[in-house]
């Protein structure tokens, strides 16, 4: 059973940093564009970042760049995302996703983690 499970969400004040980690197992991750998702209450799920199966290439949302940082580790099947200066718009759940295309829609990605809240207060 393909599972990715988030953890490290949680109640941050503004200018605050999170961590979130995104554990796979039931597959190797090591093939595949990794992207973080999020959904904030009312709105559509957007993009936040992505990291191709290398590395060595990274895409964010430009609301985030210079705060937030995407990193992964094949050999642990591990996936996370560094959030620094948090605001109180970056409050949403927090999805991990695993797909084949560097991409910055969705659509695009075949597994999906349940969530992880994360709430910045003022």
């Known amino acids: 059973q393909v599972q990715l499970v988030e953890s490290g969400g949680g109640l941050v004040q503004a200018g605050g940093s999170l961590r979130l980690s995104c554990a796979a197992s039931?597959?190797?991750?090591?093939?595949?564009?990794m992207g973080w998702f999020r959904q904030a209450p009312g709105k559509e799920r957007e993009f936040v970042s992505a990291?191709?199966?290398?590395?060595?290439?990274?895409r964010y949302t430009d609301s985030v760049k210079g705060r937030f940082t995407i990193s992964r580790d094949n050999a642990k099947n591990t996936v996370n995302l560094q959030m620094n200066s948090l605001k109180q718009e970056d409050t949403a759940v927090y999805y991990c996703?695993?797909?084949?295309?560097?991409?910055?829609?969705?659509?695009?990605?075949?597994?999906w983690g349940q969530g992880t809240q994360v709430t910045v207060s003022s």
């Open positions: 039931g597959l190797s991750i090591s093939t595949l564009t």
């Open positions: 996703a695993g797909g084949r295309v560097f991409s910055t829609v969705p659509a695009h990605y075949e597994y």
């Open positions: 990291v191709t199966w290398s590395g060595i290439s990274t």
